[in-house]
């Protein structure tokens, strides 16, 4: 059964401080795993992704963290900003590129 | 910069009623997807389509659903006989290519809100 699972369900934080939202997935055979942004009222969109050679990636203020042998990856928003407020969501694929997504995540930042 | 569009965006039906989703794919995409999201829960596959025929499709695609390229730009999603359990949102998807390629993420749309009475 390939299963991402993904949490905290909702995450608040405070204007400037570090989001972290976790995801942990089964299939070893996933070899993607991108992180999508989805604002209310549009489809998700890309944020970033990571392949599992590496161990982190960052762009910007939102950086990856990847842990290969505990099957877990996370997403750090760094100085969060209340444009940052969306739901995110992990997703693991193999070679078919087909997404897997996780439960998705709500985040609030106040500003 | 080259969207994925949906139409409609809210659609109401009755049980039992065929409705057809409809979506033009960004005009270079090869593969093109229809996912769903049931209010407050995950992002879930339906089914993948390249080359006019169904790539992959989940446990979720049954006989109740179809999908179409009837012309070189749209993209449908046709339910036959709709449950109220298909309420959700529906997203379209496409990307460039498939496989071997990590540079070819999804572009999704904006989805239509089914909504089954």
């Known amino acids: 059964q390939q299963q991402v699972k993904q949490s905290p369900q909702s995450l608040i934080v405070q204007k400037g401080g570090i989001s972290i939202i976790n995801c942990a997935y089964e299939n070893t055979a996933f070899d993607y795993f991108p992180w999508y942004q989805q604002f209310p009222g549009k489809g998700p969109a890309l944020l970033i992704a990571i392949r599992p050679d590496v161990s982190e990636k960052k762009e910007g203020r939102f950086t990856i963290s990847f842990n290969k042998s505990a099957k877990q990856f996370s997403l750090h928003i760094m100085d969060s900003q209340p444009g940052d407020s969306a739901t995110y969501f992990c997703?693991?694929?193999?070679?078919?590129?087909?997404?897997?997504f996780g439960r998705g995540t709500s985040l609030i930042v106040h500003p | 910069e080259p969207e994925v569009t949906q139409t409609p965006s809210h659609q109401v039906t009755q049980m039992g009623q065929e409705v057809i989703l409809r979506c033009v794919p960004i005009?270079?995409?090869?593969?093109f997807y229809w996912y769903r999201q049931i209010l407050g829960q995950k992002v879930e596959f339906l089914v993948s389509?390249?080359?006019?025929?169904?790539?992959?499709k989940s446990e979720i695609f049954d006989d109740q659903f179809s999908v179409e390229r009837p012309d070189g730009s749209n993209f449908t999603l046709k339910i036959r006989s709709t449950k109220l359990e298909d309420s959700a949102m529906y997203f379209c998807a496409s990307s460039e290519r498939q496989g071997r390629s990590y540079n070819s993420p999804l572009h999704f749309g904006n989805g239509t809100r089914l909504t089954v009475t």
């Open positions: 997703a693991a694929s193999k070679r078919s590129y087909i997404p897997t």
């Open positions: 005009s270079n995409h090869l593969y």
């Open positions: 389509f390249y080359n006019n025929e169904i790539s992959e």
